[in-house]
């Protein structure tokens, strides 16, 4: 299964180390698209062809909470598999991102937590 995987993050060099780490996870990887807020990530995913989103919470013009729920309400993008990659990891915050169906990493990540977070969120682990 190639996949087609958005990071959004206001972060340029966020997103360039989660780009480098999904580039050596060994996935069958074959387009990743990057947009620097949930506003952005929304007109990325509208594109059509992602299969798995990285986003981040605290971000201007558009929050990756509220870009969740804009994915979760649309039915054409509902099931897409999202992993939040943050620094804002309360456990009434992990708890909230797990109800709307969402995984989490704590930012900074290991690699490896990475991996295993996408692994996870496409199904394969």
């Known amino acids: 299964m190639a996949l087609r995987v958005l990071v959004v993050d206001d972060s340029a060099v966020m997103r360039s180390m989660v780009v480098k780490v999904l580039h050596m996870t060994g996935l069958?990887?074959?387009?990743?698209?990057?947009?620097?807020?949930?506003?952005?990530?929304?007109?990325?995913?509208?594109l059509g062809g992602i299969d798995l989103a990285l986003v981040?919470?605290?971000?201007?013009?558009?929050d990756g909470l509220t870009m969740l729920d804009n994915v979760r309400a649309n039915p054409k993008l509902a099931s897409l598999p999202i992993v939040v990659v943050s620094t804002?990891?309360?456990?009434?915050?992990?708890?909230?991102?797990?109800?709307?169906?969402?995984?989490?990493?704590?930012k900074p990540f290991a690699p490896e937590a990475l991996v295993d977070a996408v692994i996870s969120a496409i199904g394969g682990g």
């Open 28 to 46: 069958p990887i074959v387009e990743i698209r990057e947009a620097e807020n949930g506003r952005a990530g929304l007109d990325a995913l509208e």
């Open 56 to 62: 981040d919470i605290n971000m201007p013009v558009m």
């Open 88 to 106: 804002e990891g309360s456990d009434k915050r992990i708890k909230e991102l797990k109800e709307k169906g969402a995984s989490f990493i704590r």
